[in-house]
Structures are given as structure tokens and as C-alpha cells.
């Protein structure tokens, strides 16, 4: 072990990882996936949606914030921070207008995929149904704010990836929304269809156009295998080696 | 469950039917039937929210309309969809498979509606007793015919799995084509059961033709009149589901009109507006509201096409009119009339079987130049469905106009109502729960669909109400 790294336990492994790193990177270079929405790889972290959290020597942190620490105990996998993200993914879903059975991302969702993988089938929490609105009016891509879950990421890809700023945030609390550059709407900003921003979105939100549903149901990245799935079978082949 | 007051009755809901309806019988002094309405009580709307989606959502969104014919809406959509992205043909990969989709659906629909929700009826007469009149009871005395219906039924949904992605709401059908294509082993899975699914289906026009032979007298009357017929047909005539031109027939078999493109339906359609139902009531201009009202659906098709292109149910349906005339009236006709496309469909998913397009490669057409409007028609199961869209430079849809099977069969279902209200209940001292179910036998002939004929949500209970001349009610019967 160099003087760079540190050692700490994540559900009870024993894992070596990079002192600069955070605790969602060190458990993914481990094999271990720590749920997460708003985290994308090479954008810096947010610390938006929480569904990372866990407890990091027995506090409450984001996974996706928290550094790491030499001797960090770190609770994931617990029936306590499993609830804890099923209420979180529960209210994401009843803030939004999440129509899952005609909406094009459907089987590539990631907050679709994350229900799932955490046995949520009906949010149990009363729908707001809030009114949000669509801007169409870029020639190539497309917000439904119906479906925003304000992570954030296509806010970070625009600065940090495209050094653009096409997007941001305006309101607080419930009537936050995703807001745009441009008095005329995305049509009046410089967002190119290309731009990471767009295909940074984990949701139906910010789309492509006329894409539609060209993958068919058993194909999409989400039918065979559950959210998280690709970061686990790293630790299942280095078992097997 | 049903109640009855002093002066009403209400049977509700009307069982055994997609959505939710209700009877009201309106009575004179002398307690014969004045008026009958067959209400759709439903309302959901779909024209109105689907403005400001994007119009390649449209074939997945409005599918939504119904779970027992949602290939109907997805393909009649997907059709439109093709007409706003410029193409007026597709790639032959993506016609043979969304073809296969929809005789996938004709034949899984048709086999439902006669083995389960018809059979009670057939077999147990229209009074029977209300115990016998279910589909646990046909299970129980008739379990090879219900076992029949469930093994066709799912027949007919694994095509539809294997050309949509999913048994119920899949996303097959694209602008332009299909997103998938038929694999080997998909289709040899298929064609294992396609030889007993072909006996099944002929036996099921035996069964069907024999009933109707056997029972002439009684059903040439029964909730009958004479009506116009309408359909899509081929370019020579045929029987065509999938695509085709507007035919309609007079009660005579005089064509009224033919070779009318979906484009113009409306100029040879208007829809009525009557304040006791959220449901439309379509006519032909031409022959105007009074007259013009016509029926779609099986008996339909089989009385206006010319022909139908598989030899076995073109056998069947020169059969059909030898034996009940060139137009053929009965309601209850529906029912051998929709074994017939049964049968048809079955021949028709084998010739599409065989066919080497459905391993093409080649699923979606370049699109071409967009247009703002579309208007598509196709025949679902229980008739004429057509979608109509217009959509913004955004490519937002901006309005739609969908007139379901079902709409166009209002008229004719009320008529049906009133007759067999006035053969079997009129003037009789006590209307009982069974002569009730005679109402709703006329009215299961059509295969309604309430959600859809109201693009509504919900169960499909009936509800009959007897209402006296002073505008109380006789009696209730709820189920």
C-alpha cells in the first residue's frame, strides 16, 4: 500500500483506495455499486438526489461527496439506507410526472431502473401531479421538464464538458425547474444535439428528436440485467480469477 | 348486483363487455318501452392530452386507449405517423411485421370475445339462469372449448410479443417501419401451433355457423334492423384489415360509396352530438343523420367486401351468404361473421410465417419530407378505427380526432337495444334479471369497447334503468 492510499470497509470488505477519491468512486473500483442519480462519471459531484447515501462512521453522507477516510467504517447495503433510498426514489417519482408506459427512455431510464432494482412497483407516496412544461422548440433536441428529476448533470456537462452553460436551475423547493440561456427557449441557446449535456440526462427529460422507440422492449440496456449490474460483475471476475 | 325501486329498474354494469355502460328503458303508461339509450358513462379525454406530445410518441401513447386492442390504436397511429414523416409506403420488412401484429391481435381478440365472453350466452340460452351465464361455468361443462379459447388467445398474444416486444403495450411499430424483426426461432415457436390453431378456427365456424343455423328463427329477429354496412376494403374489393379505402353498403348491397381514401372522411362523415352520452354518433352526409347511420365490425366486413383472399374463410364466407343472404342483417350474425376472420386471420399469420421478409434487415424507410397532417384508418376487431393528427413545426400534435369501432356502431347498439326492449320486455308486468340479459346479449354481438368508444378508463359494468312515462323509475339492475 503506497502513502497515497487508505484503507476502509465498506458492508464489512476490507477495500484499499486513492486518499483523493470519494467514497462512491472507491466502492466502484471495488466492485461495489453505491445507487446513485445525480453522480456521473467525470463531472464533479452534486450532491443533488441523496439516493447515495450512506453512513460513513456512522454519520449520514452522500457517497458521492464524502472523501475517503484511513480506518472508515461504511455502511451501503442495509435495510436502513435501502428504505432511506426507497423513499427518496418514491418522492422523486411522485414530484414529476413520470408516465413509464409511453415515455421513449422507458428500459434506459436510469430512475426507472433504480425503482426497480429497488422492488418499488407503485410509489407509495399521494402523486402532485404538478404542471411542467415541454420546450420543443430546438430543431434536434427536446425538454420535457415532466420528467426532470433535477440532478443536475446536463447543468454540469453544459459548463464543465461542452463550456457552454446552456443550462440552469430557477425557483426553489417544489417549483424548481430546469431553465435555459435563452428568453426564446432552447431554440435561442447554442446547445448542439451532440453536446454531452444531452445525452447526460439519466431520464426521458432531455431527449434526442425522432428517436422514439427504435430499441425494442427486450433489448433496451435495463431489460437484461438491473441498475448497477455492469460495477458488481467487476467484483464477480476478480472472484473469479 | 341489481335493485329495484317502484318505478325504476337499472341493470348495472353490463357485464361480459370491454368498459362501462348502462341501459336506460324509458316506459309509457302501459309499461311498453318507449325509448331505450345505451349510455357510455366513461370519459378520459385522450384527443386532449396527447396535444403537445411528440408525434413519434403517438403509436405507443394512444395504444393506452385499451388493453384488449391496443395493436389497433398502435398501428392505426403508427399508419398516420408514416404520413406525417413523408412516406406513403414503407419497407416490406416493416408492413409484414406489423401486419403479422395485427392478425396477431384479430385472432387473439376474436377467440376472447367468442370463448369467453359470448360463450355463456350460446351455450346456456339468453334467460338462463345468472350462475350458469359465467365463464366459470362454461370451464367447468365445457372445458376443452374454454381451454380452446385460452390456448388461441395466447397464441395470438406471443405474436403479438414476438412483433411488439411485449404481449400488451409494446413498441413495435416506428415512424416508418418496425423496430424489430422476426427471428428464426421466434417464428418456428409460432408455426408449431399454427397447424392446431388452423383446426381450432375452422371448428370455431362450425361451432358458430351451426348455433346460428340451428337458432335462424329466433336471432334473424333478434335486436335486428336493417342497416348501411361500412369498411376499409381492398383495391379490388377484398377483405383488407390492415389498410385499405372506405366502402359502405346499403341494406340492400347497394354501394354507397367506394374507394374513398381515409383523407376524406370528412366528407362523407359527420358526427352527432346527443347530451345523454359521452359518445359520438357518426352518419354519412350523403344519406344524413337519420338514415345515414351504419354498423362496422365483422358482419360488416363480410357484407361489404368482395371477396376475402384465403381460401378457407372465402369458402366460410360464401357459406355465410348463402345461407343468410348478400347483406346479412341479424346482429347476432356478428358472432359466426367474426369466427370467419378468425379464421381468416389464422390463414393469414401462415402465409406471413412463410414469408423471408419478416427476417429482413431492412425495418424502417428513409423518412421523407414532413407533413403536418395525417389522417390513417384500419380495421381493429370490432370495426373501423381511424386516427386523425395534425402537428406543429415542433413536431408537437396539435389536434387529434380518433372515431373508434365502437363509435361508429353507437346508433346501431341503441337501435339494438330498443328492439330487443320492445320484443322481450315490453309491456310485461315484471322484467326479471334474466330477460334483461337479452339486452345485454344485442349488445355483446357488437364486441363493444367501451373505454375505447370514449377513449375511457375503467371496468365495463351496465347498468338498465327502467324509467316510467313520469320519469321514475320502474326498476334498476346493477351488476
Redesign the interface.
Same mark, same amino acid.
Given at each position: 500500500m503506497s502513502s497515497h492510499e487508505v484503507t476502509l470497509f465498506i458492508d464489512g470488505k476490507e477495500i484499499q483506495a486513492n486518499k483523493d477519491v470519494t467514497v462512491l468512486e472507491a466502492a466502484e473500483e471495488n466492485g461495489i455499486y453505491i445507487p446513485r442519480l445525480c453522480w456521473l462519471k467525470g463531472l464533479s459531484p452534486f450532491g443533488a438526489c441523496r439516493v447515495c447515501l450512506v453512513r460513513a462512521n456512522g454519520r449520514p453522507q452522500p457517497a458521492c461527496t464524502q472523501r475517503v477516510m484511513d480506518g472508515m467504517v461504511v455502511d451501503n447495503d442495509t435495510e436502513e439506507l435501502r428504505g432511506i433510498r426507497r423513499n427518496i426514489i418514491d418522492m422523486i417519482f411522485v414530484e414529476g410526472n413520470h408516465f413509464c408506459m409511453f415515455c421513449e427512455k422507458s428500459g434506459n431510464c436510469e430512475l426507472q431502473a433504480m425503482a426497480y432494482r429497488h422492488g418499488i412497483t407503485a410509489p407509495k407516496y399521494p402523486f402532485l401531479f404538478p404542471q411542467k412544461a415541454v420546450d420543443a422548440s430546438h430543431p434536434d433536441v427536446l425538454i420535457d421538464r415532466n420528467r426532470c428529476i433535477l440532478c443536475s448533470r446536463c447543468v454540469r456537462a453544459s459548463k464543465e464538458q461542452d463550456g457552454k452553460g446552456v443550462f440552469g436551475f430557477t425557483g426553489r423547493s417544489i417549483d424548481k425547474r430546469l431553465a435555459v440561456s435563452s428568453g426564446e427557449g432552447l431554440a435561442g441557446t447554442t446547445l448542439d444535439v451532440d453536446d454531452e449535456a444531452v445525452s447526460a440526462c439519466p431520464v426521458g427529460c432531455l431527449m434526442k428528436k425522432r428517436v422514439g422507440y427504435a430499441i425494442p422492449v427486450g433489448e433496451r440496456r435495463y431489460d437484461q440485467e438491473p441498475i448497477g449490474s455492469d460495477i458488481e460483475s467487476v467484483a464477480a471476475n476478480k472472484g473469479g480469477e | 348486483m341489481s335493485t329495484t325501486t317502484e318505478k325504476k329498474i337499472t341493470i348495472e354494469p353490463v357485464s361480459r363487455v370491454e368498459g362501462h355502460g348502462k341501459v336506460t328503458l324509458i316506459l309509457d303508461e302501459e309499461r311498453k318501452v318507449d325509448e331505450a339509450r345505451f349510455h357510455i358513462v366513461e370519459f378520459r379525454g385522450f384527443e386532449r392530452f396527447v396535444q403537445? #406530445?411528440?408525434f !413519434?410518441?403517438l403509436p405507443?401513447?394512444v395504444q #393506452?386507449l385499451c388493453g384488449i386492442c391496443p395493436v389497433s390504436h398502435h398501428l392505426c397511429a403508427s399508419k398516420a405517423v408514416d404520413k406525417i414523416v413523408g412516406l406513403d409506403q414503407i419497407t416490406p420488412t416493416g408492413e409484414k411485421m406489423r401486419c403479422l401484429m395485427h392478425y396477431g391481435q384479430m385472432f387473439q381478440s376474436h377467440a376472447l370475445h367468442f370463448f369467453h365472453l359470448s360463450s355463456p350466452d350460446l351455450l346456456y340460452g339468453f334467460e338462463a339462469p345468472r350462475e350458469q351465464r359465467t365463464i366459470t361455468h362454461v370451464i367447468e361443462a365445457h372445458p376443452e372449448l374454454a381451454v380452446q379459447g385460452v390456448a388461441m388467445r395466447r397464441w395470438g398474444q406471443e405474436i403479438i410479443k414476438a412483433t411488439?416486444?411485449?404481449k400488451v403495450?409494446?413498441?413495435?411499430a416506428?415512424?416508418g417501419g418496425i *423496430?424489430?424483426s422476426l427471428s428464426l426461432s421466434e417464428r418456428d415457436a409460432l408455426k408449431c401451433e399454427l397447424d392446431k390453431m388452423l383446426e381450432w378456427a375452422e371448428a370455431a365456424v362450425r361451432l358458430a355457423r351451426q348455433y346460428t343455423l340451428d337458432h335462424l328463427e329466433e336471432l334473424a329477429e333478434f335486436g335486428t334492423m336493417k342497416s348501411n354496412h361500412l369498411s376499409i376494403v381492398g383495391d379490388d374489393g377484398r377483405m383488407e384489415l390492415y389498410d385499405g379505402k372506405y366502402r359502405a353498403i346499403d341494406p340492400n348491397g347497394r354501394v354507397l360509396i367506394d374507394g374513398v381514401p381515409p383523407e376524406d372522411y370528412l366528407k362523407i362523415f359527420r358526427e352527432e352530438v346527443r347530451p345523454w352520452s359521452y359518445m359520438k354518433f357518426p352518419f354519412l352526409i350523403d344519406a344524413g343523420p337519420e338514415d345515414g347511420w351504419f354498423r362496422v365490425g365483422p358482419l360488416s366486413r363480410l357484407n361489404t367486401c368482395t371477396y376475402i383472399d384465403t381460401p378457407r374463410a372465402e369458402n366460410a364466407r360464401v357459406d355465410f351468404h348463402e345461407k343468410l343472404g348478400e347483406v346479412a342483417q341479424a346482429t347476432m350474425a356478428y358472432h359466426w361473421a367474426r369466427m370467419i376472420e378468425l379464421l381468416h386471420a389464422a390463414e393469414k399469420i401462415r402465409e406471413l410465417l412463410d414469408d423471408p421478409d419478416l427476417q429482413g434487415e431492412d425495418r424502417v424507410a428513409a !423518412?421523407g419530407t414532413r407533413r403536418e397532417e395525417a389522417v390513417a384508418v384500419i380495421e381493429a376487431p370490432r370495426g373501423t378505427l381511424l386516427h386523425h393528427y395534425k402537428v406543429n413545426e *415542433?413536431?408537437?400534435v396539435v389536434m387529434a380526432n380518433l372515431i373508434v369501432s365502437t363509435t361508429n356502431n353507437n346508433e346501431a347498439m341503441n337501435r339494438t337495444v330498443q328492439r330487443i326492449a320492445e320484443s322481450h320486455l315490453s309491456g310485461k308486468p315484471e322484467i326479471t334479471e334474466p330477460m334483461l340479459n337479452n339486452i345485454e346479449v344485442g349488445i355483446r354481438a357488437y364486441d363493444p369497447c367501451l373505454s375505447c368508444a370514449t377513449h375511457a378508463l375503467g371496468q365495463m359494468p351496465l347498468e338498465v334503468t327502467i324509467v316510467d312515462h313520469q320519469g321514475e323509475i320502474v326498476d334498476r339492475k346493477l351488476r
Open positions: - | 403537445g #406530445r411528440l !413519434w410518441e405507443v401513447l #393506452r411488439a416486444g411485449k403495450h409494446g413498441t413495435g416506428v415512424p *423496430n424489430k !423518412w *415542433n413536431d408537437q
